[in-house]
């Protein structure tokens, strides 16, 4: 470990990182909501019609359009827990 202070780089990169992986979770997150069937309650409904971060936009498409799920950068779900919830949303 380095001694003395904590290197700016060092802080950016662990920032990065940090935010990297907040976006793959709340990602994981949003299709729960976005590609659930229900729809008996105004809850239900707006999630159903609100928008999505590109990331989860592209990775749902790429679901779609060739059955498939790519993780990048060591990202905490696996290809298998994506492809249950995408699988099990419909």
């Not at 793959?24 to 999630?47: E, G, P």
């Not at 999505?52 to 679901?63: G, R």
């Amino acid at each position: 470990m380095p001694a003395g202070t904590i290197s700016p780089r060092d802080i950016a990169e662990f920032n990065d990182q940090q935010f990297a992986d907040m976006e793959q979770i709340r990602d994981f997150l949003i299709l729960h909501y976005k590609a659930t069937n229900r729809r008996d309650s105004a809850f239900w409904r707006q999630c159903a019609g609100m928008a999505i971060p590109d990331s989860l936009a592209q990775k749902i498409a790429l679901f779609r359009e060739t059955g498939r799920v790519f993780r990048r950068n060591e990202e905490l779900f696996a290809e298998n827990s994506w492809v249950q919830v995408m699988m099990g949303q419909g």
